[in-house]
């Protein structure tokens, strides 16, 4: 892994790089007329003055190559290689490489068959979502030691508000070190005033990097880059600006907000605002899970009533493994089925009941894809299972049921030797058959969170 690149953004005249340290005798003198101003008109006891309030201090922390890091942390054989974790389906893609992998331009996204064509000597692995999501919790813990203002924006990446912490950089280089000694991994840290800004910054500094971008120094920070590194700006829209002309973020902040509205609506004042360093939002703790979910796309298009069965049976219990690790029982369980042509569908049920029993979201699950299939012939290329609607544990009523608490007891001892041994160590009798099949590539999952 490279050396930590530990920068700062602090002077106009250096926008040009910005990896560049630089340092001027400005920062020593007031910045500008109206803070001399303010200190005249401070003597005077009459009128009040107006306090100049400290800009926000942003952090936006991102693990580096999260997946891979982290099978590379378990098994430092790996480190120093190009590793891709994606899975084994040809149908598959691209769920991290390594920066080795990188290398050969392979990103996140690509298709496993392409990967395969550009670097056929890389190791690829089917991953391990278990192990991926208890590196997350840790990471979020550690975030969290620092400030409950933390706002996960997935399971490797953060926004800290750490205004009334402290130096933004002495609390960045103690995630950073805290997260190599605690996890054996590294993360990329960018420091400034809007989310925004932090999130190029950290981009801009990986790997294992830390990049602080100085107040009032935003816009000139920006104005090089390319306008593909503005978040917001993907593909299709990247393109749309090429053709207008606008090739990096300081031409777009250039263009007057009037334009970009009439070309990408409400969107075009967002992104005028994001390219001259303007992100008013604020860092919105995560409190409460919306729903949680799995989802997995076949590596065959089939109409196999058996093989859908199983695999919505595979679904259901890591569904149903998370809902109780939660302590949560949910009230809405919703299929989703993608067909051949990508048409996608959800069929919802509300239950009388809350629950986080295998074996209910399985049933009920089972229910409406039997309805989904009957109104259907077109092959299948995607099924998902999702519960929301959540409650605490309501045990009272399932006491008085004898099925009930065998089908707990069950659930306990399959989620120990899990828990112990992974999540495959133990299947079954519906999910015995998926053991056997090339049509089954890693489940993704999906926590919708609010």
């Given at each position: ?31 500008n007329?109206a ?10 006891p ?47 893609v ?15 996204g ?50 800290l ?118 992100d ?85 699950g ?44 069950v ?20 999910t ?19």
């Amino acid at each position: 892994m490279a050396s930590s690149i530990i920068r700062s953004f602090n002077n106009p005249t250096c926008h040009s790089n910005p990896f560049a340290s630089c340092h001027s005798e400005e920062a020593k003198r007031p910045k500008n007329l109206a803070q001399g101003k303010l200190h005249e008109e401070s003597r005077d006891p009459s009128p009040s003055p107006k306090v100049k309030m400290k800009p926000p201090s942003i952090l936006h922390v991102d693990l580096d190559a999260f997946f891979v890091s982290v099978e590379q942390a378990l098994d430092p054989t790996l480190r120093g290689k190009p590793v891709i974790v994606g899975g084994h389906s040809p149908r598959g893609v691209v769920s991290s490489a390594s920066y080795e992998a990188r290398s050969y331009g392979i990103r996140a996204g690509m298709p496993l068959t392409q990967a395969h064509r550009l670097c056929p000597q890389a190791i690829f692995l089917q991953g391990n979502f278990s192990r991926y999501y208890q590196a997350s919790q840790r990471f979020m813990d550690i975030l969290k030691d620092i400030t409950p203002d933390v706002e996960p924006l997935g399971l490797d990446e953060a926004y800290l508000d750490v205004s009334s912490f402290g130096p933004a950089r002495e609390i960045a280089l103690q995630i950073k070190s805290r997260i190599k000694q605690e996890l054996d991994l590294t993360a990329s840290v960018g420091i400034a005033s809007c989310k925004v800004v932090a999130k190029v910054a950290s981009d801009l500094s990986k790997p294992d990097g830390l990049l602080e971008v100085a107040p009032g120094e935003e816009r000139s920070f920006l104005a090089p880059l390319p306008v593909g590194k503005l978040p917001g700006v993907g593909r299709k829209t990247k393109r749309l600006l090429e053709e207008m002309g606008i090739t990096t973020i300081g031409q777009l902040a250039a263009l007057p907000s009037s334009i970009l509205r009439q070309t990408f609506g409400v969107a075009g004042e967002t992104l005028h605002r994001y390219a001259n360093g303007i992100d008013e939002s604020k860092v919105e703790p995560v409190t409460q899970v919306k729903s949680i979910s799995r989802e997995t796309t076949f590596a065959e298009d089939t109409l196999d009533r058996g093989f859908l069965k199983a695999m919505l049976r595979y679904l259901s219990e890591q569904v149903g493994a998370e809902l109780r690790g939660q302590d949560k029982q949910a009230r809405c369980i919703t299929l989703k089925l993608r067909y051949a042509d990508f048409e996608t569908i959800t069929r919802s049920r509300n239950l009388k009941a809350a629950t986080n029993r295998d074996h209910t979201i399985f049933e009920v699950g089972t229910q409406l894809l039997e309805k989904a299939l009957s109104q259907s012939r077109k092959l299948v290329r995607l099924i998902g299972i999702r519960v929301s609607n959540f409650t605490g544990v309501e045990r009272q009523l399932e006491m008085l049921d004898a099925t009930a608490n065998k089908l707990e007891q069950v659930d306990k001892a399959v989620e120990h030797i899990r828990q112990k041994h992974g999540f495959a160590s133990i299947q079954t009798g519906r999910t015995l058959t998926l053991s056997n099949t090339p049509r089954t590539p890693s489940p993704k999952h999906r926590p919708n969170l609010h």
